[in-house]
């Protein structure tokens, strides 16, 4: 996982973090991508799904990128 913080102007903060997955189109296809971001200045934790739409081909692909920003 990569993760990038920056800090904007008005002293708010910007956490990226980027996942990289090797899914196996027999088995991953179709399987949910849970992801949960906690920390202290949350009420509670935020949780985001995907589904997953694993490509056959010489390198198992997913159909679409998925970068959200989970906090901004």
Wanted: include cysteine.
């Amino acid at each position: 996982m990569e993760v990038e913080m920056t800090e904007a102007e008005d002293g708010s903060h910007k956490c990226d973090c980027r996942i990289s997955l090797t899914p196996d189109a027999d088995t991953d296809d179709g399987a949910v991508l849970t992801v949960e971001v906690a920390h202290a200045a949350l009420r509670w934790p935020l949780y985001r799904y995907h589904i997953l739409n694993v490509i056959k081909g010489d390198k198992p692909s997913l159909w679409r990128r998925w970068n959200k920003r989970v906090i901004k």
